[in-house]
């Protein structure tokens, strides 16, 4: 059966990825791109340390445009981002039996509600999977054990979630998106153990 787990590049993600593998799963590693900035080459390094295929999914800009104009009404990025998630969720269960991401039980931000999950996987016919049984320490220690994992500001260079073009739009459109986003640091995983 094919899954597919959308790819940052990160440790969450990582991990659902060796989860579904192990359990006997054909895996993609799919990250969404809007042809703002190549994003998606950090997640490509990752996935090609880790052996696992790597898939770019191009998505239209103008999802990534109306993301935008939901942040900036809020003033904060959880709604736009949830948006951006979303779409990209129903673009990927078009094409795998099963989708995946590495959120957790303790994330605020891409999250799913308990209806979307089940609006997501009547609508699509597909098999929604995450690590929402998970808290930040749990995936700590698997993943401590896992996997080689690099810790860095975050930058435009070394991450591929959805805020690297989110906040390159926003700037090139006038905006501030230090302004919007909180300074914070990224996992990438760059190998097996």
């Known amino acids: 059966m094919k899954a597919c787990v959308l790819y940052s590049g990160g440790k969450d993600s990582s991990l659902m990825a060796i989860i579904l593998k192990n359990m006997g799963f054909d895996v993609d590693l799919v990250t969404a791109n809007f042809g703002v900035y190549d994003s998606y080459l950090s997640a490509s390094a990752s996935a090609k340390d880790l052996g696992l295929n790597h898939v770019l999914l191009k998505m239209d800009i ?5 993301a935008i104009a939901i942040i900036k009404e809020d003033g904060f990025p959880n709604n736009g981002i949830n948006y951006i998630h979303k779409n990209v969720l129903d673009e990927v269960a078009n094409t795998y039996d099963i989708v995946a991401d590495g959120t957790r039980r303790d994330d605020k ?3 799913l509600s308990h209806g979307e999950i ?4 009547d ?3 597909v098999q929604y999977v995450n690590l929402n049984g ?3 320490k749990t995936i700590e220690t698997l993943v401590s054990k896992l996997f080689k994992i690099k810790h860095e500001k975050s930058n ?7 805020e690297v073009e989110i906040r ?3 700037d090139e459109l006038g905006g501030i998106s230090d302004d919007i986003f909180p300074e914070h640091y990224q996992t990438k995983v760059v190998g097996f153990k």
């Not at 103008?62 to 109306?66: Q, R, S």
């Open 62 to 66: 103008a999802i990534l445009n109306n």
């Open 109 to 111: 931000v891409p999250k």
């Open 118 to 121: 089940q609006s997501l996987e």
């Open 123 to 125: 609508r699509k016919k």
């Open 134 to 136: 998970f808290g930040h």
């Open 156 to 162: 435009r260079d070394n991450s591929s979630d959805y």
């Open 168 to 170: 390159i739009l926003i």
